[in-house]
């Protein structure tokens, strides 16, 4: 296998889940990182953030919070949250991703939450979008959350 098979099987490592025609995006501290389709606008002011379109349609932010222990949400959280179990897609040692924001028509929001282990604490992600954005596709960019390769 020559330079460009191993430099390809090692962008798929590093990526195994990023479909193509999609981009990855860092969180301003470069610790973690999120993937979104190319024809989302990744913010040229500050980094962690991009819109498909404008801000109103759909945006995807992506955080790392240094030093903080990640660990499941407590049943008592949850339901302060008013988070439904249905609504509850994993809470996990591994990952922490739900729903807290359903739409309540065209021109109202749905809103997925994850949030991963880092490597020195732990990495986040909220991803708002109109129901015209596939559902599908905020779901992809959600799982894609966690720290980013050094």
Known sequence: MGYFGVLALFALWLHP????????LKDPKGACQL????VWNASS???GWAVLRDATTAIAVVTSQPG????PLPDSLLKMLRIPREKIFENSAKRVYYQDKIAAGPSDTNAFTVIVPGKAGT???RVLFLPEVPEETARKIVV???PAPE
């Open 123 to 125: 990495c986040s992600s």
């Open 35 to 38: 993937t979104v389709p190319e």
């Open 144 to 146: 894609s959350v966690g």
């Open 17 to 24: 889940s990023m479909p193509d025609g999609w981009k990855v």
């Open 68 to 71: 903080q222990a990640f660990k």
């Open 45 to 47: 002011q500050q980094a």
